[in-house]
Structures are given as structure tokens and as C-alpha cells.
């Protein structure tokens, strides 16, 4: 097969392969599109940002584009993160109700008070008026909405497969407190999809061990029938909420499967819970790692099915911060501990630590005094050639492979380190048909609005862009098969900067579908010279580095699991026996370290493969009695979440932490501190 690694012919324009060095005059200039005669075309202008400083690229780029991945329609709200300038409680509660002043009917719900990083959603109308109101209290702002190409209705209903409840009469939720379950010693949090309650992994003397469900869907009613109470009004939240979704408590749950006489499918039908119409699902497979056979009570959340369904997980900080605060709503005063398990992540973000998500889980650890823990998978992306690092004394380049027919927008994100200027970091991009642009400060568009770059100034300080190419395959938010965005090998190249011994780093955000979701696209990855010749001369079992290749394999961690309070698991293979076993990390499991360096990688390595041909774990399935293997870090979290909570003395002995302390740092940047044994479940 024909690589295309041929020394170019010089025919009066760029070439293609981002193998050489940039001497070319095109390059030099950013000189717009060369057209195929060695015509110059005019560069286009880069256009100024909306928010300087204060909006992620994202936001600026979905404002560049008029909302068109993002639903696009008027009376959609769109999902932020937003940090005040001030961090005291004072004056956060102060700045919130400025905020709802400014915007009635907010989306902002009391759980962020006195916090510094809040969720909240805003109509999509209403977004650019609201941020210039406060300009003057708000350090950062990050979109987190999802990426929509499809219709709304189609991506939920694509996943969610949900049958309609044969009770459609719903009711209140019990009015009595007596009803309501006490807050537990222990409480375990599970954010992911699909919550299979009526499984008997999941039931202490028959009842459900889950005391709260709340599913994130828009269309999620949350209305059961009880025993005590007759018709009513639809179910409300008993401490917070949240404005969305629904929620069932564990004697809703427990009489629907009472109701059904103790036939799942029907409690679930009767529940209306979303997802669980699958022989096995992603939610309950985790959910059995964690907490199958056990006693210790659940807050699960689910999270929405047109989230599952973008990729990308930009729409996933706003709902897992969301989830977590509703999870700590459920704890009381004699919670001893609250372990949350988020086997979720994109591949892309600061990788720092710093992204708004990550600054927020920290401040509710450290404001728990010992008692949260929340656990993270380290990622899959060990080998997908999503992450590639260019020193900026020399510069760089590389490609940047699109597929065709993908159905959603491609990113490739660019970090500069904080000690440089923007004002000093450039960025090139040739596209496969020849155009090519370059950006030194805020937003540039290709022709046909097929893909643009928008370079900002990092919260942190630094730089970063946002290369974004329309759906490949057009799609809804293209006018034509023409707007559509250009695949095949573009070519990414960083300026180099004189005596600056920093690296900038590339992350390519996900395009492969998530179990049930379906596929829009194809994964995007990086290559170069040296990756490929690296690649066909290592044995099959080496997973290297390769040698002066832009592509990089370290510095993969999930991109909202680098904070100084998460907790991460990679992934090894092979049973745990008595005997001595040969055990190595899946190929797969993402490594450390962090980007600013801090995070040097996992903490702990559990068994995500049984062994080099048998591949994944087994747990339990939707069903009572049915078993799934399936494979990822995903299923290395639960595991230890299942450990900080009923064997916290184990994990202390081993790593010698003491309680609610962060892990030091680890010896291995892939590992951690050693593979665990995993726990035994009944």
C-alpha cells in the first residue's frame, strides 16, 4: 500500500505530507489557498473574539457557527461551566444572584452556592447578552452542550429504545420523610447510563440497594405509582433541583418491581427508565463491578442519551457535575464516605488539571474533609494515535488523517505551554484540497465555512486553538454535499518559537460511537514518518514510543482525570493466581503523565483483560443471571471504587496513603503503584 512517503515534486504549490520541513513560501506567509495553477488566493481575515480570555474555544467557535452543530434552534439551552472571579462564598452567592438577575428563569440551582465553578444552561438566544453582563465577575466560561448533527429527537430515540410505561397516570413521590431512605454510612455514586435496579447484583432482601435515580433525559418524567400515595403530580426532587430529568426514589423503584412481581422487564417498562432494553449495557456492567452483590446503598444518575450519543464529550462536564452534586445531596451528616465512579472522559482538554470540571472536583474533595472519593478510568487512547507532542525551539509538523463520510465535526486541539505569549504562537493548517490557513490570533474560517481555527488565550494563561472541520459527510447544519468537510490528509504545523524550550501538545477529540450510541464517524488520528517506519518494525506485542515521530503515546491520560484529587485506574491483563503470573498493561490503557507534569499517571492497575486472546471481564448484564465481557479502563474504575469503599484499609496498607489523602505520585506513569489484586464478588 502506497503511504505516500515519495520525495515531492516542487509544482508551484505545498505539498500534502506533513513529513517535511516548512520552507515553502506558502507556509511562510499562511498565504490562503493555492490554487492548482500556483495561483495565490487572498488569505481569509481572521475575524476578533466575542470573549477574549474569558470563553474556551469551543464557545467561540459554536458562536462563529450560529449554534448549527449544536441544535441550532432558538429555544435550546445551551449547557456551560462557568468559574467566578472570586472563589469566597460571599461573594460567589453574590455573583449567582447577579447572574439570575440578569437572566430570570436561569437554569442555576441552589447546590452551587457559595461554589466557585458552577453548571448551568442558557437559551442559545439569550447567551451573548448574558456573558456581557457578566464579563466583570466570571474568570472562564466553558461550553459543554452536545454536538448534534442529527435531529434532537432522532439521537434520543436512537438510543434510548424506550417502550412506553404501561402506568402513564404518574404520581408524587412519597410526601412523608419516613418514607424516604435515611442517608447510609457508605454511599456509593455511579454516573454512566442504563441503571439496572430490578437486577437481583443490585437488591438487599429484595428490595432495591439504589435509593436515587435520576435520569438526565430531557424527556425523563420520573412518575411511578406508590402505595401510599394516590394520583399526583409528577415526581419532584427532595433536596435540589436540577430542572431536567427525572428522578424515582427506592420506593418508587420498589413497588414498580413489586408491581411486576419481580419480572425486570416489566418493572423497567413501568419505570420508563431509558436504555434497558439491551442484553447488556455499559451502565450495568460498571455498576456490577462496583457494587454487585454487595449491601452498600446507590445514587445512580444516568446520563442522556444525545450526550452517549456525541463522541466527542463536550456535553459531559456539565452533567457529571451536575450528577455529583446530586449524589452529595443524598449524603447526610453521618455519610462516613461517598465514593463516585465516572468511567467517562473525552480525549481532549488541558490535560492539567485546570478545565473547569476538574477544578471543581477538587474543591469538593477537598471541602469533604476525607469523605469523597471520585475515581476515574485512565483511557483507552494508549494506541490510537490521538496525542502528539512538537518541541517549539525546532517547530513541527504532522498529519492529521480525516475519514470519509463522518457524520460529525472533527477537532484536533493545540496546547501551547503557560509561559508563552499568544501573541507568539502560530499554527498552519493544509486541508486535502489545498486550502490552507493560518492563525496566529483569533478566528479563521475555510471558504464555505467547510472548517475553520479559532486561537485564544488560555484561562491559565498560554495559548491554544481549536481546528474544527465540518461533518465529512455533510448532514444537517450543511447546506449542500459541497460544504461538507474536506477528509483525507491534512497537515498540522506548529511555528517554532526562538528560545523556548516548551512543547506544544495535540489531542484529537473521539469520533468512534459509544456502546449503544450509534456510529456517526470514524476515528481521526495523527501520523508521520517516523510513527509508521517505528510502527511495522517493532514485534507485534512492543508498544514503544517511536523515535523523532511527532505521535506520542505517553501523555494519553482521560482528559478530565489529571486533577490533583481524582483518582485513576489503568488496565493490565491476565487472571490473578496464586501462581506467579506474567501480567502486563492492556494495550490499550492510556498513560501519564499530565501535561504541566504534575500527574504522573494512574494510581493502580486492575484486570480490564483476562489474558492476550481472551479479552475484557466479565459482569453481570442487564438481566438477572446474564453475563457480558467487556472491554476498557471503564471496567479497571469500578474496581477501584469497589476498593476505596469496602477496603479502604487495603488500599491505605498497600499504597500507604492515610484517609482521604490523594495517592502520592506514582512510580509508573502506565501502572501506577502496582497491579491490584481484584476483589472478590459473589
Not at 474533595?365 to 517549539?392: D, I, K, M, Q, W
Not at 470514524?522 to 517493532?538: G, H, I, M, P, T
Not at 480490564?608 to 476498557?632: M, Q, Y
Request: net charge neutral.
Amino acid at each position: 500500500m502506497d503511504c505516500g512517503f515519495r520525495a515531492p515534486e516542487w509544482r508551484g504549490r505545498a505539498p500534502r505530507l506533513g513529513l517535511l520541513p516548512l520552507h515553502e513560501e506558502g507556509h511562510r506567509s499562511g498565504a490562503g489557498r493555492v490554487a492548482r495553477g500556483g495561483v495565490v488566493n487572498p488569505a481569509p481575515q481572521a475575524s476578533p473574539l466575542l470573549f477574549e480570555g474569558v470563553a474556551d474555544a469551543y464557545l467561540e467557535w459554536a458562536f462563529k457557527t450560529e449554534f448549527r452543530y449544536l441544535g441550532g434552534r432558538d429555544e435550546d439551552r445551551i449547557g456551560l461551566l462557568l468559574r467566578w472571579k472570586t472563589c469566597g462564598s460571599e461573594e460567589a452567592d453574590a455573583n449567582m444572584a447577579k447572574a439570575q438577575k440578569e437572566q430570570p428563569g436561569l437554569d442555576m440551582v441552589d447546590v452551587y452556592a457559595g461554589r466557585s465553578v458552577c453548571a448551568l444552561a442558557v437559551p442559545a438566544e439569550d447567551l451573548k447578552d448574558f456573558l456581557s453582563k457578566l464579563a466583570d465577575v466570571v474568570e472562564g466560561v466553558e461550553l459543554s452542550t452536545p454536538i448534534v448533527v442529527c435531529p434532537r429527537e432522532e439521537a434520543e430515540r436512537a438510543f434510548s429504545q424506550t417502550s412506553t410505561p404501561e402506568s402513564t397516570g404518574g404520581t408524587a413521590a412519597p410526601a412523608s420523610s419516613q418514607l424516604l431512605p435515611e442517608p447510609p454510612s457508605i454511599l456509593l455514586g455511579l454516573l454512566d447510563d442504563s441503571c439496572a435496579f430490578a437486577n437481583r447484583r443490585f437488591l438487599h432482601n429484595s428490595v432495591p440497594r439504589v435509593h436515587w435515580l435520576w435520569d438526565q433525559n430531557e424527556k425523563s418524567g420520573g412518575e411511578m405509582p406508590t402505595r401510599q400515595n394516590g394520583p399526583g403530580a409528577k415526581a419532584k426532587f427532595r433536596k435540589t433541583d436540577f430542572r431536567y430529568g427525572g428522578q424515582w426514589s427506592r420506593v418508587q423503584l420498589a413497588h414498580a418491581l413489586d408491581k411486576a412481581g419481580g419480572d425486570e422487564d416489566a418493572a423497567y417498562r413501568l419505570a420508563g427508565v431509558s436504555g434497558l432494553q439491551r442484553r447488556a449495557t455499559h451502565g450495568a456492567h460498571v455498576m456490577d463491578l462496583m457494587a454487585g452483590a454487595g449491601e452498600h446503598p446507590m445514587v445512580v444518575v444516568q446520563f442522556p442519551a444525545i450526550g452517549i450519543d456525541d463522541p466527542s464529550g463536550r456535553w459531559l462536564a456539565r452533567h457529571a457535575l451536575d450528577g455529583l452534586h446530586y449524589v452529595l445531596a443524598h449524603a447526610g451528616p453521618n455519610t462516613q464516605k461517598v465514593v463516585v465512579n465516572i468511567s467517562w472522559g473525552p480525549q481532549t482538554g488541558p490535560h492539567d488539571g485546570t478545565s473547569l470540571l476538574e477544578e471543581a472536583i477538587d474543591e469538593l474533595v477537598a471541602g469533604s474533609g476525607g469523605r469523597l472519593e471520585v475515581v476515574f478510568p485512565a483511557g483507552n487512547t494508549y494506541s490510537s494515535r490521538a496525542h502528539g507532542v512538537v518541541a517549539l525551539v525546532t517547530g513541527g509538523a504532522v498529519q492529521w488523517v480525516v475519514p470519509p463520510d463522518g457524520g460529525m465535526p472533527a477537532f484536533l486541539e493545540v496546547w501551547w505551554p503557560v509561559d508563552v505569549d499568544p501573541a507568539q504562537a502560530r499554527l498552519t493548517v493544509e486541508a486535502p484540497d489545498g486550502t490552507v490557513l493560518c492563525a496566529a490570533s483569533g478566528f479563521v474560517e475555510a471558504p464555505a465555512a467547510r472548517w475553520s481555527i479559532t486561537l485564544i488565550r488560555a484561562r491559565k494563561n498560554g495559548a491554544m486553538a481549536l481546528v474544527a472541520v465540518a461533518p465529512t459527510a455533510g448532514g444537517e447544519g450543511c447546506e449542500s454535499a459541497a460544504a461538507a468537510g474536506p477528509h483525507g490528509i491534512w497537515k498540522v504545523s506548529v511555528d517554532r518559537i526562538e528560545e523556548c524550550t516548551g512543547e506544544a501538545h495535540l489531542y484529537i477529540a473521539r469520533a468512534d460511537h459509544d456502546m449503544g450510541a450509534r456510529r456517526r464517524a470514524r476515528a481521526s488520528y495523527l501520523r508521520d514518518k517516523a510513527w509508521e517506519d517505528a510502527r511495522f518494525r517493532q514485534p507485534a506485542l512492543r508498544d514503544e514510543e517511536a523515535p523523532r515521530s511527532v505521535v506520542r503515546r505517553a501523555g494519553t491520560l482521560n482528559g478530565i482525570a489529571t486533577g490533583s484529587a481524582s483518582r485513576v485506574a489503568a488496565g493490565y491483563v491476565g487472571d490473578w493466581t496464586d501462581s506467579t503470573q506474567d501480567r502486563r498493561l492492556s494495550s490499550y490503557s492510556s498513560s501519564g503523565p499530565s501535561r504541566d507534569g504534575k500527574k504522573a499517571g494512574p494510581d493502580y492497575a486492575f484486570m480490564t483483560d483476562h489474558s492476550l486472546v481472551v479479552k475484557g471481564v466479565r459482569a453481570s448484564g442487564v438481566r438477572t443471571g446474564t453475563v457480558a465481557r467487556l472491554v476498557g479502563t471503564s471496567m479497571a474504575a469500578p474496581q477501584y471504587a469497589r476498593e476505596l469503599a469496602v477496603a479502604p484499609k487495603r488500599s491505605a496498607a498497600k499504597g500507604g496513603e492515610e484517609k482521604g489523602a490523594p495517592p502520592p505520585p506514582p512510580s509508573d506513569p502506565r501502572f501506577g503503584k502496582e497491579y491490584r489484586k481484584p476483589l472478590r464478588r459473589h
